[in-house]
């Protein structure tokens, strides 16, 4: 008897479906890759038929913008602490933790693999997912400068993605996001010394 991949069908509507749904894209990503991807396969592990699919989405591609979208809006910048230093390690633990760990995670490098094939998709996740991030750390990092514990000129674009390009760096070469005494490594190390931190 073949065993049962996805949940029994259930007549759900709204939310709960839109959230089932955009799981199983995240899970379907995370196993099939990219290029496996089927409305049918979502559909089976959704618990739901192909119709509500076809009925919003009439590309792959919009829906998986869409369930990339609603995985990272439930994820916040990190709380202003007025340290520089603690907020640094809480944008770095949100990155390994919420973007690269975990299904969302492997979902995610699934679709940037994929930047040859689908340019445009890649794109919309950098302008409306990945952008925001990138916003939220220069905030950070102005309100230190408000503070006193940097000079506004070092906060550069540069500096920015300094940090997380280091752990995306790691992530790819050992298979797993920096622990946390490698998280504290890199911000003592790399990111506070290149702001020339006064603390």
């Not at 759900?12 to 990219?34: K, T």
Request: charge should be negative.
């Amino acid at each position: 008897m073949a065993e049962q991949r996805g949940p029994v069908k259930t007549r759900r509507r709204g939310q709960e479906l839109l959230d089932a749904i955009y799981q199983a894209v995240l899970a379907e990503l995370a196993e099939a890759g990219f290029r496996g991807l089927t409305m049918d396969g979502i559909a089976e592990r959704a618990g739901t038929g192909r119709m509500p699919l076809y009925r919003r989405w009439s590309r792959s591609e919009d829906l998986v913008l869409d369930a990339l979208e609603h995985a990272l809006a439930s994820t916040t910048a990190p709380a202003d602490t007025g340290d520089l230093r603690a907020d640094l390690l809480g944008h770095f633990r949100q990155l390994t933790e919420q973007l690269l760990a975990g299904t969302l995670g492997r979902a995610l490098g699934a679709v940037i693999g994929e930047r040859g094939r689908y340019p445009e998709l890649v794109d919309a996740i950098r302008d409306r997912l990945l952008q925001p991030r990138q916003e939220a750390m220069t905030a950070t990092l102005l309100a230190a400068a408000a503070r006193g514990e940097i000079e506004e000129s070092v906060v550069t674009p540069e500096i920015c993605a300094a940090g997380p390009a280091l752990i995306v760096v790691h992530n790819l070469i050992n298979g797993s996001p920096p622990t946390g005494p490698e998280l504290e490594a890199i911000v003592d190390n790399v990111v506070l010394p290149a702001l020339r931190f006064r603390g």
